[in-house]
């Protein structure tokens, strides 16, 4: 079956960077959109970065300029690099995609990955 895997969590100071990973598999035939998620304890999930499959972007406003998603179409991967990173950046981090496989196309499905935790500290 169908799974997205994250990569690349984990401790870092405050201005460090991070860079995250997350990795389709099973039978995909095609991955229109790519998300990046995070929720921290006691709030709501944040919908963070956004890629479609022209590689158009869109951020939320509190890490624009500092994270850029990016993504390899033919690797089913992507990735979200985080820079100047903030105590309150600190969050599970999940990666989402919208999914079709060959018996399913054109339709496709929403996959998460089970999350990878981001903590900012010094």
């Known amino acids: 079956q169908v799974q997205l895997v994250e990569s690349g969590g984990g401790v870092v100071q405050p201005g460090g960077s991070l860079r995250l990973s997350c990795t389709g598999s099973g039978p995909i035939y095609r991955i229109s959109v790519m998300r990046w998620y995070r929720q921290a304890p006691g709030k709501e999930r944040e919908l963070v970065a956004t890629?479609?499959?022209?590689?158009?972007?869109s951020y939320v406003d509190s890490v624009a300029g500092r994270f850029a998603i990016s993504r390899d179409n033919a690797r089913n991967t992507g990735w979200l690099q985080m820079n100047s990173l903030k105590p309150e950046d600190t969050a599970v981090y999940l990666c989402?995609?919208?999914?079709?496989?060959?018996?399913?196309?054109?339709?496709?499905?929403?996959?998460w990955g089970q999350g990878t935790q981001v903590t900012v500290s010094s």
């Open positions: 890629i479609t499959d022209g590689w158009k972007t």
């Open positions: 989402n995609a919208d999914i079709s496989t060959r018996s399913e196309w054109p339709s496709h499905v929403g996959y």
